[in-house]
C-alpha cells in the first residue's frame, strides 16, 4: 500500500516536472532545428549581428562589474546587520524585478535624458547615454541589479556570524574580517549573482530599446529584424545570441559550482 | 584582580541581563554555569567586546575597557562549534590572530608551531579544518585562540559538541593547559560536572541573574539558595514549615536539628550521612525515622534509594555491599537513621 503511494506521488512528481521542463525546452530547440544551415552560415558572417553580440555581452559585463562595487557593500549590510527599515531597504533592491521593464526605461530616460543635469554634466567628460552604451549599460544595471545583491546577500548569510566574531576576538579590524573571511566564504555566492546578473543584463530589451535603439543590442536587433524583414530573418540572430549565452553560463557556472566538500 | 565587571546590563530584544557584578583573579579557571538562555554567551561577549553593554563598567588588570573595540582587547573566544576558518588550512587558522595584530609570517609561524606543539596537534598544521574530527577541531580552535591570548581566554560551551568519552579526555587537557599556560580561563556551560572538574570557582547563574559564586566545595557542602542547589543536582533540599527549639517541621516530619541561628527558610539533609536499617537501633543519632521504598537508581558506585517518611521523600545514598544486604524491593519497611550534623539549614 505504501509503496503503491510512494510511486503514485513520483509518477505526479515526475509528470508535473516534465511539463515545464518541456515548455522551456520545446521553442528553445524548436528554434534552433528550425533555422536552416544556409541561415545559420549567413548570420556566421554577419558583421552587424556579431557587433550587436560583442556590444550586448560588453555592456552587460560593465553594468555587472560597476554594480559589484556598490552591490555588494550593501548586500553584506543586509545579510549582517539588523537596522531600522531593513524591509523598506530589501523592498527597494527587490523593485526592479516588479516594474515593467519599459516603465523602467522611461524612468531611467528621464534621469539621464537629454536634458537632465546628469546628463550634462557628464559631457564635458565626452560621456553620452541616450544611444550610447554608457546607457545601455545603466539600462541593464537597473533592471538586473536585484540578482546580485540578493545572491550575493544569501552568500554572506550563509557564512556563520561566530566565524566573524572569532576573527575580531583574535584581534582582526572590521576590514581584515571582510577581506579575509566574509569575502572568501561567500565568494560563490557572490559569483553566481554576478552571472546572473550579466545574463539577465544581456536578456534585456524593454528599458535598452527605450535609452537606446541605436547602437542595437541584440535583443533589440532581432526585434528589428523581426519587425522589418520577418520571422526566418530574426531566427538566426536569435540563434546565435543563446548559443553563445549557452557556452558563456556553462564556463561560469562550472567556476562557480559549489565546492564538493562544502562545510559549515 | 584581573577582570572586573561593574553593575553590567544588557538588553537584546526580548532578552535582558539585569545588572552583574563579577570579579575574576589572575590565573584563575573560573566556570560560568547556568542553563541555556540565561545569557552566559551574552555575557562572554560583552567581556570580548563584541556586545557594549547598556551600562556598568568593565576593567581589566585596572584599566577601563568598556569602549574598546574586541580586536583591541584581545580576549579570544572559543564557540562550541568552533568556528573554524574552513578556507584556511590549520596553520593558517592558528595564525591568522598573530598576522592580524601585525606579527610577521616567520615568526608567526614558529610560534604557532609551539602552540600546536603544546596542544598535540602538529601533524595536523597542512589539513582543511574539514578533515579534522570533532576532537581535534576543538583542539585548533584552542590553540588559535591560545597563540594570541594576552591573559584572558573566553570558552563558550567549549566541549558540549563532542562525546561524553572525548569530552573528559579534553577537560582534563583544558586544566592542564590553564595551569601550564597561567591563562585566565572564563569557561562557561550548562554542564555542573564539567564546572565542579575545572573550575577553581563557579558562578551559577540562574533566572538572568548570577546567584552565587564559590569553589565548588562551597557550592556543594554548604548551599545557600534552594535553586542553586536544586540546579546543581542537590538532593534531600526542603523548605521548613515551622520550627521549635531543637528542632523544625519539614513536610509534616518533626527533625532535630539542635541548635541554629534562626530563621532558616531551608534545610539539606546530606544523603551520604543517611543510614537504612532493616531494624531500629539505640544510636546517638537523635532521628530516626521507620520509612518504605519507594525506588532507587544506580549511580556510578552508589545507589540512590528514595525512601518516603510520611510525606517527606529522603534520598538516600549507600553502597551496593548494604543494597544487596538490605535486600531492598518497592515497599520494604526499613529505617533511616541520621545525626543532627547531616542537616544544614540555610
Known sequence: MRKYRLSLFSITFLLLSSVVLAFIIAPLARLIL???????????????????????????????????????????????????????????????????????????????????????????????????????????????????????REGFSAVPDRIEKVARTLGASRTRVFFTISLPMAWRGILSGMVLMWARGISEFGAVVIIAYHPMTTPVLVFQRFNDYGLASARAAAVILILVCAAGFSILRFIARPARTESL | MTLELRSIRKRLGSFELPQLDLTVEEDEYFVLLGPSGVGKTVLLE??????????????????????IPPERRGFAIVYQDYALFPHMTVMQNIIYGLRSRGMGRTEAIAKARQTAELLNISPLLERMPQALSGGEQQRVALARALVVSSGLLLLDEPLSAVDLRLRQRLQREFKRIQQQTGTTFMHVTHDVDEAVLLGHRVGVMLGDRLRRVGSPADLFRKPDDPDVATFVGMRNIFPVNDYEKGFCRANGVRIHIGERAEPYPHIWIRPEEILLSREAFESSARNQFPCLVDDWEYQDVLVNVRVRIGDLTLNVLVTYGSFEKLEIERGTKLYATFKSSAVHCF
Open chain 1, 34 to 152: 528550425a533555422a536552416s544551415n544556409q541561415e545559420l552560415g549567413q548570420a556566421l558572417h554577419d558583421a552587424e549581428l556579431w557587433s550587436s553580440i560583442w556590444l550586448t555581452l560588453r555592456a552587460a559585463a560593465a553594468a555587472t562589474l560597476a554594480s559589484t562595487l556598490f552591490g555588494v557593500p550593501l548586500a553584506y549590510l543586509l545579510a549582517r546587520t539588523r537596522f531600522p527599515g531593513r524591509a523598506v531597504v530589501l523592498g527597494i533592491v527587490d523593485l526592479p524585478i516588479m516594474i515593467p521593464h519599459s516603465a523602467a526605461g522611461i524612468a531611467l530616460l528621464t534621469l539621464i535624458g537629454r536634458h537632465s543635469v546628469i546628463q550634462r554634466a557628464a559631457e564635458p567628460l565626452g560621456i553620452n547615454f541616450v544611444g550610447a552604451e554608457a546607457g545601455i549599460a545603466l539600462a541593464m544595471a537597473f533592471v538586473s541589479v536585484p540578482f546580485l545583491i540578493n545572491a550575493a
Open chain 2, 46 to 67: 560583552i567581556i570580548a567586546g563584541l556586545l557594549t553593554p547598556d551600562s556598568g563598567q568593565i576593567r581589566w588588570r585596572g584599566q577601563d575597557i568598556t569602549t
